[in-house]
């Protein structure tokens, strides 16, 4: 009896250590085990699109070995401030109307705040209707599919001028450009963004071209914080608003502000040597370094390392860049 009960505890371990064996050579294959992890993370994209673009948009930047250890910090902190998601709200606080010779418009007064931030970092914009309705045309040809439920406040044939149309014009012009920054495509889209700083940029530019380098640094440092918030995904799309201060600062001779701001948008080149700014600023770094006694001599590596390995070519000043912006 005691040798037939060791015999079945013994086949019903042999079973056993059986069907332990047969699960492992069953279990699913690599691919599959990672079928469902790719589904998980398919689905965390979806719900933190923001993140991940921020991700992908910085996976192919990195430090090089060649920049300086100013320039390594200054580029990790441009990384970070890139991983804060910038959330921006929009009010319209007041309107004015305007009369000019045989026209009459409202022009609305545009308040956009970064959330979570004090009042100096706000900015201050006049738009009129037909911008607004300039932009709408031109999102609806580029985001038919997004811009299908959103609603334009339409033009009434009187009463244009009535308190109670340009109130309700306000709310609405609130709450269209709140929908519109909602949509990620729509608030990264170059037409969203023209609209919010392009008339100010050309109207600096055109002060630079006519020399009134006081009233183009005005507007310039009014909407570089403005222009940096709307492209915080592409930094080195405001290296021409940055080089344009620049230029300002050195014709004022203020060469320690230049420099500042030279930094600035150096920093957002250093990993894109070819751009048409990178070799003009760095000869006017040059410059305003030796003038300031910095170190302008890594800077002057610099220059000399990109010239060997280009073919020579014709570079324009800093300052002949500038003035060939926004000339349309």
Not at 136 to 150: K, Q, T
Request: glycine share 2%.
């Amino acid at each position: 009896m005691d040798q037939d009960s060791h015999c079945t505890a013994e086949r019903e371990l042999l079973e056993a250590v059986s069907r332990i064996t047969t699960f492992s050579t069953t279990t699913p294959s690599d691919k599959e085990q990672n079928q469902p992890h790719t589904e998980i993370s398919c689905q965390v994209r979806k719900e933190n699109p923001e993140k991940d673009d921020l991700k992908d948009s910085s996976a192919s930047l990195s430090p090089n070995s060649s920049m300086t250890t100013k320039e390594l910090q200054e580029y990790w902190r441009n990384e970070k401030r890139q991983c804060k998601q910038v959330k921006l709200i929009f009010e319209i606080p007041s309107t004015r109307i305007v009369e000019h010779h045989l026209s009459k418009y409202v022009m609305y007064k545009i308040i956009i705040l970064q959330t979570g931030s004090f009042d100096s970092n706000k900015s201050v914009i006049e738009r009129r209707y037909s911008d607004f309705e300039k932009l709408h045309r031109n999102l609806l040809e580029e985001f038919s599919e997004e811009m299908e439920d959103v609603t334009f406040p339409k033009k009434t044939l009187t009463g244009n001028f009535t308190e109670e149309i340009i109130n309700e014009r306000k709310l609405a012009f609130k709450d269209y450009l709140r929908l519109l920054y909602s949509m990620k495509c729509i608030r990264r889209s170059k037409k969203f963004i023209d609209f919010l700083t392009r008339p100010e940029l050309q109207e600096a530019y055109g002060c630079l071209r006519g020399g009134q380098y006081t009233k183009a640094l005005e507007i310039l440092l009014e909407v570089i914080g403005l222009q940096a918030r709307l492209t915080r995904g592409n930094p080195v799309s405001i290296v021409p608003t940055l080089c344009a201060i620049v230029v300002c600062h050195k014709d004022l001779e203020n060469p320690a502000s230049a420099f500042e701001y030279g930094e600035k948008a150096l920093s957002r080149l250093c990993m894109h040597t070819s751009h048409k700014y990178y070799i003009p600023l760095l000869e006017t770094m040059i410059t305003l370094a030796y003038e300031l006694g910095k170190d302008f001599l890594s800077l002057q590596e610099k220059l000399e390392e990109w010239k060997a390995k280009k073919d020579p070519i014709r570079i324009f000043t800093l300052k002949e860049l500038a003035v060939h912006e926004y000339v349309q």
